[in-house]
């Protein structure tokens, strides 16, 4: 089992930056970012392999970066440039086998260990 918890959420104005954490309490292959603003349906927004393989949704492209630090247990999401529209809960995701990225989405193929996420709003 692994253990998941989010943290760095925040309100901020547009155009601010934000880094959010997931530390993870053993090892885990692919990981990810997902969002879920009220009312909307839970989106996909980064996901990083076990080789260091990324994919991000394509409204985040070029503002968002995903990473890891294994040492740490520690998975990240940069966000900068943030906009209005980036105002959701994030959650963390872990795959519970190595399976690796999803071919369509920026999500890994599975997304068995869930955080009970990080608020973040970003005003205008």
């Known amino acids: 089992q692994v253990q998941l918890v989010e943290s760095g959420g925040g309100s901020v104005q547009s155009g601010g930056s934000l880094r959010l954490s997931c530390t993870f309490s053993?090892?885990?292959?692919?990981m990810g970012w997902f969002r879920q603003a009220p009312g909307k349906e839970r989106e996909a927004v980064a996901a990083?392999?076990?080789?260091?393989?990324?994919l991000y949704a394509d409204s985040v492209k070029g503002r968002f970066t995903i990473s890891k630090d294994n040492n740490k247990r520690t998975l990240y999401l940069q966000m900068n440039n943030l906009k209005p529209e980036d105002t959701a809960m994030y959650y963390c995701?872990?795959?519970?086998?190595?399976?690796?990225?999803?071919?369509?989405?920026?999500?890994?193929?599975?997304?068995?260990?869930w955080g009970q996420g990080t608020q973040v709003t970003v005003s205008s």
């Open positions: 053993s090892y885990t292959y692919c």
């Open positions: 995701a872990a795959e519970r086998r190595d399976l690796g990225l999803d071919v369509s989405a920026p999500r890994c193929i599975r997304s068995d260990f």
């Open positions: 990083i392999d076990s080789d260091e393989q990324t």
